[in-house]
């Protein structure tokens, strides 16, 4: 393959963004969409091109394209450059194929919205920041992309910016960026005071060749988490990921599933031979994760909200990828980040067809008895939330379970502690998810209570969102007007449910029967995390730890079904009196620990008072201001003088005449 066609990949996408946003208003909606996927289409095409190309045999590990010099100053010189390796094609692979299959859900989803044209429009710049990104080979062109969906972001979270929660969650999620992007500058700086570049080849090899002290790469290292806490929503800047749900659903399956959150996760992978010097580096990397996952699982248990309880998945199960980074498991990591992709953006997109259904509600409180109504739906679903859950053979089975059986025989001191807080994790993962599924689609109807009832008498239950898809009327009965989506929303959905199946399959370990291709698949890329060739007697008690470990977690998975089945569809009102019955903890966990009012409290409120009374009141007031109205002053002072000067009198002339020859002779007799 022609190492030049790399630039196409990104130009697509940005292509589609400058036509639709600057004609999309002049042109019909079809055409909108036939430019937008086209858009997406064409570099998924060019990566299975890609793909074919580096996995032939004799086909080559990395494929490179460089401009012209793009920076070259004092010494310091970057590249415009694209690099492509077989984690780079994983990663392509995902956000262009989950991307595409968002982009065909987008339209029939959208279809009667207000902004049509510029809803797909950021859409195609999301993706072409991502894929920058993904393809960059320096950490500066990383940085850009990484800027850049912070800016896409930011612009679809806020798309029904007319509302002024979907705009303040735009904001909150632009805000919270940019402190983790403050701490990813500053490893950027130590890079090229140390370095002199900052070129991904470049800087790994002068770590291999002549390592630095150690103190140095942990500080790298921490301040390169920072700024994957914030782009990943892990502890503590993961504040603004559940708010992003105001965006419309296709923005959230292509933020949680695709791109964007798994920014961070990549970024730790590419740089692990960096993070390999460190390892006080790794522990805070794992122990951020498996704190992050066991935190957010927590919240997702009582939220009422469909989306909500998504989002909350998702910062869990970014948790999920972190812990196996922070212990040496990249593979596994990124073999997590893939199926993730595949199941969570199936089970977005599936509730956005189970809001599309229902005109607009997102509150499971209103929901119940959907299976028969909007079958397609449903078993697309019930596929990705047994991935999800790991439940064997589902995709995330073999991802999550591998990332478990790594941490346990890890080296790290914590190993087996991390262990227990990911099995935790996984058993209330699958208790969330399937109450989520028994919720939504079992049980009583309950639709005449729904939005249908409630939102027309004024009902005032917090979790019920304004109704976005006007196109339904609500003059027939609720559950005659509930209905399965179109189908150019249910084949994308479809096609995720076969891939969060089968999708794991590629890495099924040698102790199930498997080969582990995807783990060998990245060797070339962790080369120099790769472990050696143990003895048979140690691979065979590896292989029983592992299957020891795998029906454990099956276990665990089972039993988190098994309470979400007697709570919420043998005994339905159980959940509910256990609730009341510890109702701090139940109050402390459903408003969220009342982070969002601390963090309101201890930070915005100071800054807030500092930007209004110093910055407004001194800076702004008293200099900004004062300096303009002293100017102005001196100006209204030079023209009434300059006017009194020339007043049309010959007499007056005559007198100012004097008075300047007069000062003339009398400076002339001092200078003397």
């Not at 060019?46 to 080559?60: D, I, R």
């Not at 969102?465 to 479809?494: D, F, G, Q, W, Y």
């Amino acid at each position: 393959m022609n190492p030049q066609l790399l630039w196409l990949i990104p130009i697509f996408p940005f292509a589609g963004f400058l036509i639709n946003g600057l004609l999309g208003r002049k042109i019909p909606r079809a055409v909108v969409s036939t430019l937008a996927l086209t858009a997406t289409l064409l570099p998924a095409l060019l990566v299975t091109k890609l793909w074919m190309a580096m996995t032939a045999a004799g086909g080559p590990l990395t494929l490179s394209v460089s401009s012209v010099p793009w920076i070259a100053v004092s010494g310091f010189h970057v590249d415009f450059a694209f690099t492509v390796d077989h984690l780079t094609l994983i990663m392509l692979g995902v956000v262009t194929g989950v991307g595409f299959l968002i982009h065909v859900y987008s339209v029939g989803y959208m279809a009667h919205e207000e902004g049509y044209w510029r809803f797909f429009s950021y859409l195609n710049l999301f993706m072409f920041f991502m894929l920058v990104l993904v393809l960059a080979s320096s950490f500066l062109l990383l940085f850009v992309g990484w800027e850049g969906v912070g800016l896409a972001s930011y612009l679809l979270i806020g798309f029904y910016f007319k509302k002024d929660s979907a705009a303040n969650a735009g904001k909150k999620a632009f805000i919270v960026n940019r402190i983790g992007d403050f701490g990813f500058l500053l490893a950027l700086f130590l890079l090229v005071a140390h370095y002199g570049t900052l070129s991904f080849d470049a800087i790994f090899a002068k770590i291999a060749a002549s390592p630095l002290s150690g103190g140095f790469y942990t500080a790298v290292a921490l301040l390169l988490v920072l700024g994957a806490t914030g782009k990943s929503a892990q502890i503590p800047l993961y504040v603004w990921l559940p708010d992003a749900m105001e965006g419309p659903t296709p923005v959230s399956a292509l933020i949680h599933a695709a791109t964007m959150v798994t920014a961070g996760v990549y970024m730790v992978a590419r740089c692990h031979v960096l993070f390999n010097h460190s390892p006080l580096a790794l522990t805070v990397v794992a122990v951020v994760g498996a704190l992050t996952a066991l935190y957010a699982a927590t919240m997702g248990i009582v939220q009422h909200d469909i989306k909500r309880v998504l989002a909350y998945s998702t910062v869990s199960q970014l948790g999920y990828m972190f812990l196996a980074c922070g212990v040496g498991a990249y593979s596994a990591g990124i073999f997590h980040l893939m199926t993730h992709a595949f199941f969570k953006g199936l089970l977005f997109l599936a509730a956005g067809s189970v809001i599309h259904s229902l005109s607009g509600e997102q509150d499971m409180r209103f929901m119940g008895g959907l299976w028969k109504k909007i079958p397609v739906t449903f078993w697309s679903m019930t596929a990705a939330t047994f991935a999800i859950a790991g439940i064997w053979p589902f995709a995330g089975f073999f991802s999550k379970d591998e990332i478990l059986f790594q941490t346990f025989q890890s080296p790290n001191p914590l190993a087996r502690l991390l262990w227990f807080v990911g099995l935790l994790t996984a058993g209330m993962t699958s208790f969330y998810m399937f109450r989520l599924w028994f919720k939504t689609f079992f049980g009583e109807s309950r639709f005449s209570q729904s939005s249908f009832a409630h939102t027309s008498h004024g009902g005032d239950h917090g979790a019920v969102h304004a109704r976005k898809n006007t196109h339904l009327t609500m003059e027939a009965e609720p559950e005659t007007a509930i209905h399965e989506s179109p189908l150019v929303m249910t084949l994308p959905l479809m096609l995720l449910a076969v891939l969060s199946v089968v999708g794991g399959w590629v890495g099924i370990p040698a102790a199930l029967g498997g080969h582990d291709a995807f783990g060998h698949f990245l060797d070339p890329v962790f080369s120099s995390v790769a472990t050696p060739a143990a003895g048979q007697v140690a691979e065979t008690a590896s292989h029983g730890l592992e299957l020891t470990l795998a029906a454990i977690s099956l276990a665990t998975a089972a039993l988190g079904f098994l309470v979400a089945w007697f709570f919420y569809y043998r005994k339905p009102g159980t959940a509910a009196q256990l609730a009341r019955k510890f109702q701090p903890i139940y109050s402390l966990v459903y408003h969220k620990y009342w982070m969002d009012e601390i963090y309101g409290r201890l930070l915005v409120t100071p800054l807030l008072v500092f930007s209004r009374l110093i910055l407004g009141g001194l800076v702004e007031s008293g200099v900004v201001q004062g300096a303009g109205s002293t100017l102005a002053a001196s100006a209204q002072g030079s023209s009434w003088l300059i006017r009194r000067m020339q007043s049309g009198r010959i007499r007056s002339y005559a007198g100012w005449l004097a008075a300047g020859a007069a000062v003339v002779i009398v400076l002339a007799l001092f200078i003397r």
